[in-house]
């Protein structure tokens, strides 16, 4: 079988290691445009037990990575002065540009082909190919050239967000919301490694009007954030890495495959990145679609079929959170009027996924504090 995956992305080298592993004689190739070292943002997180989905199957790459994250049990949301300590909402780490390393090696290690600095300007360059996947991301050429096939479609959020680094450590992942005379504005920020984190800025449509962003060189744009977030920062710049000003896309399929074609992880849907599992999402598809193929043995079009019937249900109620989430996010100007304690239970239970009750047995201390109204022996 002759296997092309577009995309050196997570999705695509983790695919193509799970086929190449579980077929040698398989030819499994993945093109991608940029070079092996590019990467865009800083560090990518993963909500929940990071990786501990991939344990069971291949605890070879779970402890090829797992020692390069890092990882902490809280939470914390900065408003109005006031500091609110979220217990027992877990994340974990890494820095992009090293999972996508180590994942290069894994799919190298089972022998792999992987092309790197090469464009597909068009499907028609990659003929002779049993199965193609798109992995290639919001942009894909994969969905775009079969969007009638997909019955794709792709939305833009209205919020605007900019992906900074800053060499401040953060001891969890805070949300820092700030209003000045701009506007509102809200910073996503983790630590990915020990001196490095990433500080995502998002304003609303009106903070970015009013501040001029769409004109303000990138320069500009970076050292009126600083200012913002000076408090968060505590004296660390921020670093740009193609640090533009992006909306989130909500990317959506009718159907996953069409054809000999098929799609996953940002070309298939999109998870908004305030609950951090678009990497693990992207991963978990990759798992699924092997799963697929191995129950399938050359008949790609039933493979695709249960690859899309075991997954999608999964999915959807997944998505169906983030975009809660999303929808949280875009007023999040109106929930900085709350007092913190009430913009605090807003806040965790955007999703619609967790209740109080819920809430009770995973944030014991936080609810405690939340039905008292006093946050003021939070943990520093």
Known sequence: MRIVILGAGPAGLYLGFLIKRRQPDADVTVIEQNPPDATFGFGVVFSDRALEFLADDDEATYAAI????????????????????????????????????LLQARARSVGVKLIYDRTIAALDELSGYDLVVGADGVNSLVRRTHEAGFGASVGYLSNRFAWFGTTKRFETLTQTFVRTELGSFNAHHYRYAPGQSTFIVEVDAATFDRAGFAAMPEA????????????????????????????????????????????????????????????????????????????????????????ESARRPILEKLVAGANGSADWYQSFAAHMTMPPADFAMSYITRSGRVDIERLRKLSPRFVAQYEARDFSRSPT
């Open 220 to 307: 500009e744009a970076r050292a009126l954030c600083e200012t913002v977030f000076a408090d968060a920062l505590d004296g660390h710049p921020l670093i740009s890495n193609k640090s533009v000003w992006r909306q989130f896309p909500i990317v959506h399929n009718a159907r996953w495959s069409s054809g000999h074609c098929v799609l996953l992880g940002d070309a298939l849907h999109t998870a908004h990145f305030s609950i951090g599992s678009g990497t693990r999402l992207a991963l978990e598809d990759a798992i699924a679609l092997d799963k697929a193929l191995a129950g399938h043995p050359g008949e790609i079009g039933a493979a695709l079929n249960a690859y």
């Open 66 to 101: 797992v020692p390069h994250m890092e990882s902490w049990r809280d939470m914390t949301l900065n408003l109005k002065g006031e500091r609110i300590v979220i217990d027992g909402i877990g994340f974990a780490a890494i820095g992009r540009l090293k999972l996508l390393q």
